[in-house]
């Protein structure tokens, strides 16, 4: 069995999110494959051929990826392994989801549809509550991190990178609420010495996005 995406979390709870406009369209993946009704709501946006997943662009244009599945058996040399999968489209950016994945850890791709463009992420990425922004929150402890949260403006194609915090120690953030789309609430597990929960609040001002630290909860021994 192929040992898709290792080190990364391939769960669509996250892309199943509501917002004041459409919801993502969700594709569940098996064996490396997309389901049945997930090709049936995407009809005429993609195709599958084996390892070659095929987006439909604007204009009549298609990107197509190829993977090789056959490189990715662990008796063998797996450097050459790499699996793509679609995991869901957002029609409100006209953008889809698409994994890659290698045999160990791999990475999230958010393609245009109107350009074919790619934002690559390690974690996968929710819009804000009107689309006006792009987040991604790598909790992964198998992979390495290039950020513990990313944000990007969906204003320009491709989106444009406006936040990234990577901690200098071990956090794990998560979102509690997003009141909209310039300002959400986090809280983090912390291990400092000793461990504790950290809330906080990220707020887009004039200059950017600042992350405001607020009240913080020793966990118990």
């Known amino acids: 069995m192929v040992p898709v995406l290792g080190g990364l979390l391939l769960t669509n709870s996250a892309l199943a999110q509501r917002s004041a406009g459409e919801s993502p369209i969700v594709c569940e993946v098996k064996d490396n494959v997309e389901d049945a009704a997930c090709r049936t709501k995407l009809a005429g946006l993609f195709t599958r051929t084996g390892d070659t997943l095929i987006l439909k662009l604007d204009g009549g244009k298609s990107k197509a990826y190829v993977g090789n599945v056959a490189a990715c058996d662990a008796n063998a040399d797996t450097s050459g392994c790499v699996a793509f999968m679609l995991l869901g489209y957002f029609p409100q950016t006209q953008s889809y ?7 160990e850890c791999g990475d999230y791709l958010f393609v245009s549809r109107r350009t074919g463009s790619e934002t690559v992420m390690r974690a996968m990425p929710v819009l804000s509550p009107n689309a006006k922004y792009l987040l991604s929150i790598d909790q992964s402890d198998a992979c390495d ?62 200059s950017g996005w600042v992350l405001q630290l607020g009240r913080k909860t020793d966990r118990a021994r």
Do not use: C
């Not at 989801?97 to 045999?103: C, N, T």
């Not at 956090?171 to 509690?176: A, F, G, H, R, S």
């Open 97 to 103: 989801l698409v994994a890659k994945a290698f045999f």
């Open 145 to 206: 991190r290039n950020y513990d949260i990313a944000i990007w403006s969906m204003q320009t194609d491709p989106p444009k990178l406006e936040f990234n915090y990577q901690a200098k120690q071990y956090e794990n953030w998560q979102v509690t609420a997003w009141e909209d789309d310039a300002h959400l609430k986090l809280k983090a597990f912390i291990n400092g010495k000793p461990p504790y929960d950290q809330e906080a609040e990220l707020v887009r001002i004039a």
